[in-house]
């Protein structure tokens, strides 16, 4: 039986000498556990990642797939249906494409298509995984990749328009995140951080902790550290003479914003019980947004109101992962397990 990840469930089973066939129904886990599962008939919020918006138009991941749906919500249609995930959606500055990053070929590559919807078109060819870190204002898809120079593994930036396929690399080594300024003249990028290693430690306060710098591109200086305080700064968006970025300065990931210099940070959401993650600037219509993924959900917060606000989507979906399905050897599908204190339970990923 084949699964895709994002239809993995996690299984609580009583250890027993033989593995026999083993059913699971998100109904009965849920009245077992008095957990809330999704299905379609109730109409839950799903599992939304990476949203990206523009005017009214706000794209993310969720069941491994693209959607499209109102910034205000609603009902959203459904992208791509490829078995393997589309991450890390980008909406163009003129809001007619969305870059987006796939493995349809193998490694995960750079990819857009139309945000009407449409085939795929490849535009990075990198053959060592591509990230998409958004786009510049003069319509380039800016994405990260490993540098295929020296011994050492590091990260570089790359532009490439969509339609040339005309490419060119920033000179700089270590850069995970950046962000353009709009005359693209000064680039804001994250260096190191445990996210460069899939490692989602919280308060981590050691040599891979990630900072914020800032270079000046064509200039003559060297790149200038902006983080001053002893936390994780990351994923940076410029907007107006201000840089906004995720910081655990408070203790949890939160949005701030601070000038160029690094100086005036202010704190702009409080989340306590979740970290604030995966977040999207967008200027459309003057209307200056950022989205971003709180635990399962997606909010939006307004600038110029300093308000955020949740983005209620439904998926009119199969809900393949709801389905109730039979494994007969459920150990073949082994991840990782727990032992409880007293030894006589197991808790198993599967």
């Known amino acids: 039986m084949n699964f895709r990840l994002s239809a993995l469930a996690s299984l609580m089973l009583t250890c027993i000498p033989v593995c026999t066939p083993f059913v699971f129904s998100p109904a009965a886990y849920a009245a077992s556990t008095n957990t809330a599962v999704a299905t379609p ?37 459904r992208l791509t249906t490829n078995a393997g995930e589309e991450v890390q959606a ?40 591509s990230q998409v870190l958004g786009w510049s204002a003069a319509g380039e898809v800016m994405y990260s990749v490993q540098s295929q120079l020296g011994p050492n593994i590091q990260r570089v930036v790359k532009l490439v328009h969509p339609t040339t396929l005309q490419r060119r690399t920033l000179p700089l080594h270590d850069v995970y995140e950046a962000s353009l300024s709009a005359d693209g003249k000064t680039l804001f990028f994250t260096r190191l951080g445990l996210a460069v290693r899939q490692d989602n430690a919280r308060h981590y306060r050691g040599g891979d902790m990630a900072q914020l710098w800032r270079y000046d591109l064509g200039g003559n200086q060297e790149a200038r550290l902006l983080s001053t305080m002893n936390a994780v700064d990351k994923q940076p968006m410029w907007h107006q003479g ?9 203790g949890s990931d939160n949005l701030w914003s601070m000038k160029e210099d690094g100086s005036d940070a202010q704190q702009l959401t409080h989340e306590r019980a979740f970290d604030v993650r995966n977040a999207s600037l967008s200027n459309a219509h003057g209307k200056a947004r950022i989205v971003y993924q709180l635990a399962s959900n997606v909010f939006a917060y307004d600038i110029a109101s300093a308000t955020s606000q949740q983005i209620k989507v439904q998926l009119q979906s199969d809900h393949e992962q709801m389905r109730e399905r039979v494994l007969k050897n459920p150990l073949d599908y082994l991840t990782s397990t727990a032992l409880a204190a007293n030894g006589e339970r197991a808790v198993i990923t599967a």
């Not at 959607?67 to 009902?75: E, N, T, V």
């Not at 809001?95 to 490694?107: E, I, M, N, R, T």
């Not at 201000?242 to 408070?250: E, G, P």
């Open 242 to 250: 201000r840089l906004y970025f995720i910081s655990d300065r408070d």
């Open 41 to 77: 008939a109730n109409s839950a919020l799903p599992y939304m990642r990476f949203p990206s918006s523009h005017g009214d138009n706000l794209v993310f991941t969720s069941e491994g797939d693209l959607w499209r749906a109102s910034i205000s919500g609603g009902l959203a249609q």
């Open 90 to 129: 980008a909406i163009s500055p003129d809001g007619s494409q969305v870059a987006f990053v796939a493995s349809y070929d193998g490694v995960p590559e750079a990819y857009v298509m139309p945000l009407a919807g449409g085939i795929p078109r490849r535009i990075s060819f990198e053959s060592t995984g």
